[in-house]
Nanobody, 127 residues
Framework: QVHLAESGGGSVQAGGSLRLSCAHS????????MGWFRQAPGKEREGVAY???????TYTDAVKGRFTISKDNAKNTLYLDMNSLTPSDTALYYC?????????????????????WGQGTQVSVSA
């Protein structure tokens, strides 16, 4: 069982920045992928970015050049640095973890009930 806990959400004006953190329990399987997802009101959950065990990163087009995903293995923490925020970034942000061989299959769909999920942290961006 892997426990995930997001933090760092808040309310900012357009153009502002936030850093989300996801503290997690130890990943005993060394080939996990971890990612950030978001769900806006009335919309389906979507993948934002993910990072593989070898630190390779992938981003959805909407956040490329603005968001950066990273991890600190020593601190068991995943991060998402978000810059140049716009109102369209407003959503509940979740972190998730799964074995990479499985994660990469479902990432584009936004959800898998086989993955480990946190409870989410709200990000609100005002114009």
């Amino acid at each position: 069982q892997v426990h995930l806990a997001e933090s760092g959400g808040g309310s900012v004006q357009a153009g502002g920045s936030l850093r989300l953190s996801c503290a997690h329990s130890e990943l005993r399987y060394d080939r996990f992928c971890m990612g950030w997802f978001r769900q806006a009101p009335g919309k389906e959950r979507e993948g934002v970015a993910y990072i593989m065990y070898d630190a390779t990163t992938t981003y959805t087009d909407a956040v490329k050049g603005r968001f950066t995903i990273s991890k600190d293995n020593a601190k068991n923490t995943l991060y998402l640095d978000m810059n140049s925020l716009t109102p369209s970034d407003t959503a509940l942000y979740y972190c998730a973890a799964d074995a990479c061989w499985r994660f990469r299959r479902w990432w584009s769909s936004g959800f898998s009930d086989e993955a480990y999920w946190g409870q989410g942290t709200q990000v609100s961006v005002s114009a």
